[in-house]
């Protein structure tokens, strides 16, 4: 499915959630294209309507030359098995094989006084524009990047028919992809996203995405039109979630540019929660100044918090610049979240502390690279993506260096869903010359001195600043990905550029920087990357604000299905001390091992078993991995950011859910994990714990402490009232020498509840644990039961599922719900579960909801668990 630094306190944006000018629409269809080997004529001849493009294909735009070959069915999918290469690469096929034109016939006939601008948000890498026999651009316009702005009005011609030619050149140079990450490192000669020419995550992208890769619009406005509008907020003192608020400060500027001959004069102004606040404007001709308003006091404000911590509310503001007769000229509408974040130096941990609204924030993060590695993006992508991380119960979301500036649609969702950002600029350790690398053309003195251009990265990244910076989620810019940037683009950057156009966020040097958590253990400061035993996840000490830490993340069956061809479906075995014989497909889309990890639960007998068995070795890796990290807030951490929690691409690692966004047991261990109050077993020590991650003092909650066998026998360890202050770590009660004699033969299951007054949950939690000799041999003769499911509709685009398990049965343990087409019993996608891979105990019921898209006909639920037949369930 393709649908789709200063220890000063640092003050958060706003949004535009969404920015439309007067009238604006996209030039999203309707495109053709031609490789230049197959076009002699230039840019002034294409561009005239009246040249004839037969013989052009259909283009995709926003796009790739690669994407478009895909659509025209003329390379197959490259996530597909060994497809990717099939492909021709551009280092061995010469860039002209991937340089080509793009061609788009629009009709455009502006009124009186109106101007028409053509805009482009991003092209990969070079291009030259021409509009009816016109070249736009004075000289090559570089950097993929860089959004480009064209007035032009007095060039469409009066007929309305308009014919707009854009010839798009490859990065120079393309870089070797020899393999190594980044390939021989070149690309990042460029100031363009390096994973294009290969990494340990995914296999090189053909074309480089060449192309017109971001929007194209068309926008018209009267005389004065509104760029970058900037809004800033300040929220003093320290505050709650709920209840009434002290006032906040609210303040706005925008540019505004005259591009006629003539002085211009009117206001500016905004509309924000029923204040208007105004200014008035004098323009000189072909002038772009940049107005401030006045300050805007907002009383009893609604807040925007991080998820997990409070409600994202968010303020519809209209800016609109009235000519002197009263005319509305241009207009821009954004969505604000009124919001101050903070930092601070932790001298327990030797780390920085993040603090949203005065209050201090535990960072849970997740690493991600970019929705779709061939840049097919689409807001309902980003919707779905951003939407998982906030059900994994996570408050962060990091932008790795080797990427992109993410787009406003990406932050839009982030704003929406409560997720904080920590956004690179594009540098990498590997490509920009940290370390010694054999694979690496250029030497590491030459390498740090990338990209060729810094004055073009400069521009880029002034540019990019403006584009996304109004957006309450952005919290962190970072330099690059475990690398400085180059003095002379670090320093005016750090010191000059983000003061000037931003002035309110922490920035951190490098991914791994001492300014971010001090590096005592030496190394690179990140890692370790993943299977490791559970226990080490809270005892071992890592870096204190870890920004890249990860495990495993093969998917089920199923999702394997969907890229692997069947003679590939083959499981990895394991011989210990010597390692995994794996297939080559699965070598090729990066599988990394489970090594002995699914081995306690009996060898896999199918690539069928592996992949069931590997969810359980999923959710136990990060549910371990955040509790640990929880476990020790404050301490030892002040957060921590998951080495990674997607693939743009068909890999085989690291991912909460796959490519086709179908969830795996990954995503439900840090949802459970990561639950903002939650309760919890050390294996280490044998204690339970809780972990409040919420500004809210929690009283009178009971704890519960029972035992179950394999039989589904339960016993009550202990219950006791208990409670915990706002984010606090407690531990409770030591239970290993009750359980360890109860475990020594099978394993156990040991399940932990907090219950309120009314005795209804607010946590809980169920481990798996071994026998004696550090197997499940329990789970492995578990018997099978059966289970009572009802599914009905609650509304048009939500399910409800009940799974009852009969008393005296045993445990119905880790049981998958999808929701599948009723004919091909495959999997709808994306589906929103509000848990999964659930566990019933005896004589007890679990209530599960699942949100969709809904469909024309209506869909079936489908459940099969460790002891758990499949079966499939009308919806009533």
């Not at 991937?98 to 009124?111: A, L, N, S």
């Not at 570089?142 to 308009?162: A, E, V």
């Not at 922490?506 to 001090?518: A, K, L, Q, T, V």
């Not at 599960?848 to 758990?868: C, K």
């Amino acid at each position: 499915m393709n649908r789709f630094s200063s220890w000063l306190p640092s003050v958060l944006l706003l949004i535009p959630l969404a920015v439309y000018s007067q009238t604006e629409y996209e030039l999203n269809a309707g495109w053709q294209c031609r490789s230049i080997s197959n076009v002699k004529d230039n840019g002034s001849t294409i561009s005239s309507p009246r040249y004839s493009l037969n013989g052009w294909q259909p283009a995709v735009v926003p796009g790739t030359v690669l994407t478009t070959l895909l659509a025209n069915k003329q390379v197959p999918d490259p996530f597909y098995g060994m497809n990717n290469k099939r492909i021709p690469d551009i280092y061995h096929a010469g860039r002209d094989s991937y340089t080509y034109w793009f061609v788009r016939d629009f009709r455009e006939m502006p009124k009186a006084g109106e101007q028409v601008w053509l805009n482009f948000r991003g092209v990969n890498y070079s291009c030259d524009v021409f509009l009816n026999g016109n070249k736009l651009n004075q000289k090559l316009h570089q950097g993929m990047f860089l959004r480009q702005t064209y007035n032009i009005t007095s060039l469409l011609r009066p007929d309305g028919q308009n014919r707009l030619a854009v010839v798009v050149y490859p990065p120079d140079p393309v870089g070797n992809p020899n393999g190594g990450q980044g390939g021989d490192g070149t690309i990042a000669r460029n100031v363009a996203h390096q994973y294009v020419a290969g990494w340990d995550w995914i296999q090189p992208i053909r074309d480089r995405n060449t192309g017109i890769w971001d929007k194209v619009t068309i926008q018209k406005t009267g005389v004065v039109r509104i760029n970058n509008p900037h809004v800033i907020t300040l929220v003093p003192g320290k505050r709650q979630p709920d209840g009434n608020q002290q006032p906040a400060i609210v303040r706005v500027s925008a540019e505004l540019e005259n591009s006629t001959a003539s002085p211009q004069q009117g206001v500016l102004q905004y509309v924000l929660d029923g204040h208007t606040v105004t200014q008035k404007v004098s323009l000189a001709p072909r002038s772009t100044v940049t107005v401030e308003l006045p300050a805007l006091t907002l009383a009893n404000p609604k807040l925007w918090w991080p998820n997990g911590y409070g409600p994202q509310h968010l303020y519809p503001l209209r800016m609109q610049f009235l000519t002197a007769a009263k005319a509305i000229s241009d207009e821009e509408t954004l969505q604000v979240g009124v919001r101050e974040i903070q930092t601070e130096w932790n001298t327990t941990t030797r780390s920085k502390q993040v603090s949203v609204n005065g209050q201090k924030v535990f960072v849970k993060g997740g690493n991600w690279i970019i929705s779709d590695a061939m840049l097919r993006f689409s807001a309902d992508r980003y919707d779905a993506e951003i939407r998982f991380h906030r059900d994994m119960n996570l408050n962060l979301i990091r932008i790795w260096g080797g990427a992109l500036v993410e787009r406003p649609e990406f932050y839009q969702a982030c704003d929406k869903y409560g997720l904080l950002v920590m956004q690179d600029f594009w540098g990498s350790g590997d490509c920009n010359g940290r370390w010694v690398d054999p694979m690496k053309k250029d030497d590491q003195w030459t390498r740090r001195k990338y990209p060729d251009d810094h004055k073009l990265f400069l521009r880029s990244a002034a540019d990019q600043i403006k584009m996304i910076r109004n957006h309450p989620s952005l919290a962190i810019w970072c330099g690059g990905n475990e690398i400085t940037l180059p003095g002379d683009i670090m320093t005016p950057l750090r010191d000059s550029i983000l003061p000037a156009l931003d002035g309110t966020r922490w920035f951190i040097d490098y991914s791994n920087s001492d300014d971010m958590s001090y590096n005592f253990l030496g190394g690179n400061g990140d890692g370790p990357y993943g299977i490791q035993p559970i226990e080490r996840f809270w005892s071992y000490r890592t870096w204190p604000f870890n920004s890249e830490v990860g495990s495993v993340g093969v998917g089920d069956y199923e999702s394997l299905e969907r890229f692997l061809p069947k003679e590939n479906m083959v499981a990895p075995e394991y011989v210990k001390d010597k390692g995994a014989k794996v297939d080559s497909v699965w070598d090729y889309h990066k599988y990394i091992g489970y090594d002995a990890a699914i081995e306690p639960y009996g060898r896999a007998t199918s690539v069928r078993d592996f992949a069931k068995k590997a969810q359980l070795v999923n959710y136990d890796q990060y549910r371990a991995l955040m509790e640990g990290f929880s476990a020790h807030m404050w301490d030892w951490y002040t957060g921590v950011i998951i080495w990674k929690t997607q693939n743009p691409w068909t890999a085989l690692r690291g991912q909460m859910y796959d490519y086709y966004l179908d969830p795996n047991a990954c995503l439900y261990g840090l949802h459970n994990g990561s639950e903002p109050l939650h309760i919890m077993y050390n294996p280490v020590d044998s204690m339970v714990m809780v972990a409040n991650n919420t500004f809210k003092f929690h009283r009178d909650m009971m704890m519960v402490v029972k035992v179950y066998d394999m039989a589904g026998k339960d016993s009550t360890l202990t219950q006791v009232f208990s409670e915990i202050g706002p984010t606090l770590i407690r531990p409770y009660i030591p239970i290993g020498k009750a359980l360890k004699p109860l475990a020594k033969d099978k394993g156990l299951f040991l399940s932990l509840r907090l219950l309120d007054l009314n005795k209804q949950i607010v946590s809980e939690n169920l481990y798996w644990l071994t026998d004696a000799n550090g197997t499940h041999s329990g789970l492995q003769k578990l018997t099978p039961t059966t289970v009572q499911v009802n599914a009905r509709s609650s509304s048009k685009s939500k399910i409800e599922v009940t799974i009852k398990n009969p008393a005296g049965n045993p445990v119905a343990f880790f049981n998958r719900l999808s929701l599948v087409n009723s004919q091909t019993k495959k999997r709808i996608l994306p589906v929103f579960y509000n848990d999964n891979y659930v566990s019933v105990l005896p004589g007890e019921e679990k209530v599960i909801t699942m949100e969709y898209t809904p469909t024309a006909d209506m869909p079936m639920v489908s459940l099969e668990g460790w002891n758990v037949a499949e079966q499939f369930f009308s919806v009533k």
